[in-house]
């Protein structure tokens, strides 16, 4: 696991660690020890730590002027036993929702295995943004990571599902994969400004 890093194309356009409104501001990263672990898999160091102890993330990108942002996942999702939904909505989500951020694209292709509990912060999550017309989608879940969402009744809070399991997001450009999930969500009627 040690080999898997966050998505770094997108460098140019933002880095959370630079960013002053980003919760991981100032945070410097030793590209040379191996200190962060998943069980007793080491991990790629520039992941983000949160107050998981199976769960990490990277925010590639957040845009303050369309309201959105990408989130990159890694590790095991445990609601039961450590209460991931609980230090992700209180150390990263609501940060970035006191900036204005209305639209979370949460990006799962390295999120293997999802064990639930209740979903009160998940409908806080979704009753904090939805006024606003805001959503929180997950892309590119493995099938028994969705099934298991499912079964904690997820999908009320957050767009899950098969037409968001198959999004090719790398090589995009940000707004691109915005406008990708943007549109999936409204049936393809709706074309966004750029």
């Known amino acids: 696991m040690h080999t898997i890093e ?13 960013d002053t409104a980003s919760p991981f501001y100032g945070t410097t ?28 993330l990277k925010v590639l990108f957040v845009d303050y002027d369309t309201k959105y942002a990408i989130i990159e996942l890694i590790g095991e999702w445990n ?14 989500i609501d940060a ?6 209305k639209h979370f694209i949460l990006v799962c292709d390295n999120v293997l295995n999802f064990h639930g509990s209740d ?17 929180i989608t997950c892309i590119n879940t493995f099938d028994h990571v969705l099934q298991e969402m499912e079964m904690e009744g997820l999908q009320y809070y957050m767009n899950v599902g098969i037409q968001f399991n ?3 997001w790398r090589g995009k450009q940000p707004k691109h994969l915005f406008q990708e999930v943007h549109s999936r969500l409204h049936g393809g009627v ?3 400004r750029n």
């Not at 990263?29 to 998943?38: H, Q, V």
């Not at 609601?79 to 209180?90: A, G, S, V």
């Not at 970035?96 to 951020?101: A, E, N, R, S, V």
């Open 119 to 135: 979903d009160c912060y998940y409908e806080e999550w979704y009753e904090d943004i939805r006024d606003d017309g805001g959503w």
């Open 79 to 92: 609601d039961c036993i450590h209460n991931d939904i609980m230090f992700l909505k209180r150390d990263v």
């Open 190 to 192: 709706q074309q966004l």
């Open 96 to 101: 970035l929702t006191k900036q204005d951020i």
């Open 166 to 168: 198959d999004v090719a």
């Open 29 to 56: 990263y030793n590209e040379f020890s191996f200190t962060k672990k998943i069980y007793n898999y080491f991990i790629h160091p520039q992941w983000d730590k949160f107050g998981s102890s199976t769960l990490y």
């Open 6 to 18: 966050p998505y770094f194309k997108w460098r140019d356009l933002y880095i959370a660690s630079e």
